[in-house]
C-alpha cells in the first residue's frame, strides 16, 4: 500500500506541481517547449506504469480491504456512466483543442462546444464512478488520483492559458466553457450534430464496446448489471 500512496504522490505531483504551473514556465524558458514536453511525457508514462502495477500489488495485498460499499444497484450504472466518459474522452484525445500547448488556432468545433476539456472530464467521470463504485482502500487511492487530477487539471490548463495568452485567452473562454454544456446553456455556443457524430464518436463507439467485451477479461469483473456475463 505504500507504494501505492508513493506512486499517486509522484503522479499527482508531477502534474499539480509542474506542468500548468510557474515552474513549469521556467522550465520550459531554460530548455525549450519542446524538449519539456518529451521529458514530462516520460515522466507521466513512468510515473503511471508505476501507479498501475502499485495498484495490482495493492489490490492483492492483506492490507486491502473494503472501507464502503454503495451496492450493487449504484454499480449498476457502469455501463451508462462510463459510455458518457468515453463520448467526451476519445473524440476529446483526436481533436485538436484551442487550450492544449501548439494547437492555440485550431476551431472550436464538435465536443469542444460541450466542454473545451472534453479528455479531462470523461476521465473525471470514468474515475469519479469507480472511486464510489469500488470502496476497497486501493482502489480509493488509485481511482482518487485520477479523479483529483482531472478535476484540477481543467483549472491549471485554464490558469496557464489565462496567464500566457492574455487575449488570445479571453476569446476562446467566451465561447467555451470548463463545465460541460455551460457555454451552450448560457447561449455563448451550440450543438453541432454534425459536428460531434463524426469518425470521432465511431471510434469512441467501437472502443466502448470493446471495453465492455474484454472489460472481464482483462480486470476479472463484470460491468453487466449484477455481475452478468454475456461473453
Known amino acids: 500500500m505504500i507504494s501505492l500512496i508513493a506512486a499517486a504522490c509522484v503522479f499527482l505531483g508531477i502534474h499539480m506541481?509542474?506542468?500548468?504551473?510557474?515552474?513549469?514556465?521556467?522550465?520550459?524558458?531554460?530548455?525549450g517547449e519542446n524538449v519539456y514536453i518529451g521529458l514530462f511525457a516520460l515522466a507521466s508514462l513512468a510515473a503511471i506504469v508505476w501507479l498501475c502495477i502499485a495498484y495490482?500489488?495493492?489490490?492483492?495485498?492483506?492490507?486491502?480491504?473494503?472501507?464502503?460499499?454503495?451496492?450493487?444497484?449504484?454499480?449498476?450504472?457502469?455501463?451508462?456512466?462510463?459510455?458518457?466518459?468515453?463520448?467526451?474522452?476519445?473524440?476529446?484525445?483526436?481533436?485538436?483543442?484551442?487550450?492544449?500547448?501548439g494547437q492555440e488556432k485550431a476551431a472550436v468545433r464538435g465536443v469542444l462546444r460541450i466542454t473545451r476539456?472534453?479528455?479531462?472530464?470523461?476521465?473525471?467521470?470514468?474515475?469519479?464512478?469507480?472511486?464510489?463504485?469500488?470502496?476497497?482502500?486501493a482502489s480509493v487511492i488509485f481511482f482518487a488520483t485520477f479523479f483529483l487530477l482531472a478535476g484540477l487539471g481543467t483549472r491549471a490548463i485554464d490558469a496557464k492559458c489565462r496567464r500566457k495568452?492574455?487575449?488570445?485567452?479571453?476569446?476562446?473562454?467566451?465561447?467555451?466553457?470548463?463545465?460541460?454544456?455551460?457555454?451552450?446553456?448560457?447561449?455563448?455556443?451550440?450543438?453541432?450534430?454534425?459536428e460531434y457524430f463524426d469518425w470521432r464518436f465511431t471510434v469512441a463507439v467501437v472502443e466502448f464496446l470493446l471495453l465492455l467485451y474484454f472489460h472481464n477479461y482483462l480486470f476479472s469483473m463484470s460491468p453487466f448489471p449484477g455481475g452478468w456475463l454475456p461473453f
Open 17 to 31: 506541481l509542474v506542468s500548468g504551473t510557474r515552474l513549469r514556465d521556467v522550465i520550459t524558458s531554460a530548455i
Open 56 to 101: 495490482n500489488h495493492a489490490y492483492a495485498s492483506v492490507d486491502n480491504r473494503v472501507i464502503y460499499d454503495v451496492g450493487q444497484t449504484f454499480r449498476n450504472l457502469a455501463i451508462p456512466v462510463v459510455a458518457v466518459a468515453f463520448m467526451l474522452a476519445v473524440p476529446g484525445i483526436l481533436m485538436a483543442n484551442p487550450s492544449s500547448a
Open 117 to 137: 476539456h472534453p479528455f479531462l472530464w470523461g476521465a473525471a467521470i470514468w474515475a469519479g464512478f469507480h472511486l464510489v463504485a469500488s470502496g476497497t482502500l
Open 165 to 194: 495568452r492574455g487575449a488570445q485567452w479571453q476569446a476562446l473562454a467566451a465561447q467555451t466553457s470548463n463545465i460541460p454544456f455551460a457555454a451552450i446553456m448560457s447561449g455563448r455556443n451550440r450543438f453541432v450534430a454534425s
